[in-house]
């Protein structure tokens, strides 16, 4: 097994849920192996306050989370990103910029929580719903040895993960 340490970057168009979720659940599952960044297209500014909830709730660390411009990313002195996964249709349609290092990109939509009309508790099952779609693919990704497959390998894995819900 590899000692290298990937970076990952999650977009979405407002960095407020989808993307937030996956950077975390990543930071916590993967944290020997992974550094997890997210960021948005037109970052809402604000991590949705439901988002915080389920996170604090299942004992992930949020002191770090913030919404952000993944023009973060795209600069000289940025993290060198690995893999790049769009995880809602509008940024996975958007023009990208330009990423250094030319990292693995996907496509892994997600149904967007915050989106969802009704009661407290409809719009809190949609967060977990999201949570755990997040967890499933994302320890997918974790059972992917990395060191052994060749790039277009590893390209074709990470769509495949992205057509199945």
Known sequence: MSDK?????????????RSIIAEAVLKHLGAARFRAYSAGSHPRGDVHPLTLELLQHNHYDVSTLRSKSWDEFAVSGAPKMDFIFTVCDQAAG??????????????????????????????????????????????????????????????????AMGQSQ
Do not use: M
């Not at 970076?7 to 849920?17: E, P």
């Not at 009704?118 to 779609?133: L, S, V």
């Open 5 to 17: 340490i990937y970076n990952v970057l999650f977009l979405c168009t407002g960095n407020s849920a």
């Open 94 to 159: 958007e023009v990208c910029p330009i990423w250094p290092g030319q990292p693995v990109t996907a496509h892994w939509g997600f149904a967007d929580p915050s989106h969802v009309e009704g009661d407290d508790e409809t719009i809190r099952r949609a967060f977990i719903r999201t949570h755990i779609e997040i967890i499933n693919r994302i320890q997918l990704f974790l059972s992917l040895p990395l060191d052994k497959l060749d790039r277009l390998s590893l390209q074709k894995q990470l769509h």
